[in-house]
């Protein structure tokens, strides 16, 4: 059963930094095109960030390009999202997922293609 698990969210100051990770477990990363998204409340969940199987292509939404950056280190079967310069409008529950397609490309912007998502881990912004 695959399982992935979000952590490294928290309450932050604008200009901050965090460091979110997801942990896999039934499935090594490397199988999928991995996902981020994040979602508030009253809204959809928006895609933020993608990581192809082996690392090389990454893909981000434009309101976060240049401040984050998605990463896998296989060997601890774990996906990371590095935020910098964090920003009020962050703020959301940030979820992580794997694409269900048997495909390498293209990297996905859609929610029905990641089949696999974790619990969620909040980000939280303040002024």
């Known amino acids: 059963q695959v399982q992935l698990v979000e952590s490294g969210g928290g309450l932050v100051q604008t200009g901050d930094s965090l460091r979110l990770s997801c942990a896999a477990s039934?499935?090594?990363?490397?199988?999928?095109?991995m996902g981020w998204f994040r979602q508030t409340p009253g809204k959809e969940r928006k895609f933020v960030a993608a990581?192809?199987?082996?690392?090389?292509?990454?893909y981000y939404t434009d309101s976060v390009k240049g401040r984050c950056t998605i990463s896998r280190d296989t060997a601890k079967n774990t996906v990371y999202l590095q935020m910098n310069s964090l920003k009020p409008e962050d703020t959301a529950v940030y979820y992580c997922?794997?694409?269900?397609?048997?495909?390498?490309?293209?990297?996905?912007?859609?929610?029905?293609?990641?089949?696999?998502w974790g619990q969620g881990t909040q980000v939280t912004v303040s002024s």
């Open positions: 039934g499935r090594t990363i490397s199988s999928s095109t």
């Open positions: 990581i192809s199987r082996t690392g090389v292509a990454t």
């Open positions: 997922a794997a694409d269900r397609r048997d495909v390498p490309w293209p990297l996905s912007t859609q929610r029905d293609d990641y089949a696999y």
